[in-house]
């Protein structure tokens, strides 16, 4: 399967003929390589509420026809925009025909910003566990540092995981490399940094604070074969 990250919390996994995208946010995001126009996907994946992840996914979802999984506060809302949706929750997994999604915990909020300023709020922000082809990816979305990673870890061992670390409104770099060491994950991808100013980071650093896993700064475009 090919694997690629397009900024801020955008990856994007293609598999079986399937393309498969989580957190779309395109329009209004300095670090993506994406144009919405081009990208059909065939399921998009919601870490939670947020407008930089729910992003662009009902101007996608409705041109493309795609699936929306996400948790089921988000996925009724998005079923009333008129989207296809898949409602799941905190430590549910269900076996799509690309593979399987697990929501695990993540420590953060999931609201809403509606055009008319109306915040709406949208369940529990959430992680997820991608098992496709015999691997297992892990997008942690936004979320802080908690002990609890080395259970996920434990129970589904990491192939490649996309943590957060921005700072601010997640973890920041130091956090993010205990999380990296708690979930013993092969390969950490350091995603969530340098959209805004506030969470302006140098990967770098994250990648030097690593003990034993091995981290890989992607650009926005990179891909990597798993
Ligand atoms: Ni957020
Ligand atoms: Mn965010």
Do not use: C
């Not at 996925?75 to 697990?102: C, P, R």
């Not at 959430?126 to 979305?141: D, F, N, P, R, S």
């Not at 100013?197 to 140098?202: L, M, R, T």
């Amino acid at each position: 399967m090919r694997v690629s990250y397009h900024g801020h919390s955008i990856v994007k996994v293609e598999t079986k003929g399937k393309t498969i995208i989580f957190d779309p946010f395109i329009t209004g995001n300095s670090q993506t390589d994406l144009q919405v126009e081009n990208e059909n996907p065939d399921y998009i994946i919601l870490t939670h509420g947020h407008n930089d992840h729910v992003g662009d996914t009902i101007e996608l979802a409705k041109r493309s026809g795609a699936l929306v999984i996400a948790n089921n506060e988000i996925a009724d809302y998005l079923s009333w925009q008129g989207l296809n949706t898949h409602g799941m929750h905190i430590g549910g997994s269900f076996e799509f025909d690309f593979g399987k999604v697990k929501l695990t915990p993540a420590f953060h909020g999931s609201a809403l910003v509606t055009e008319n300023n109306e915040i709406i709020y949208l369940g529990m922000p959430a992680g997820i566990l991608l098992m496709v082809e015999g691997k297992t990816i892990y997008h942690a979305g936004d979320t802080g540092l908690f002990s609890d990673m080395k259970l996920i870890s434990e129970l589904h061992p990491i192939d490649l995981a996309f943590l957060p670390i921005g700072d601010n409104f997640t973890m920041g770099p130091e956090d993010a490399a205990i999380a990296a060491k708690f979930l013993k994950a092969k390969t950490v991808v350091p995603i969530h940094y340098n959209t805004f100013p506030v969470i302006k980071q140098d990967p770098e650093r994250f990648i030097n604070l690593l003990e034993n896993q091995t981290g890989q700064i992607m650009n926005a475009g990179d891909s990597i074969e798993l």
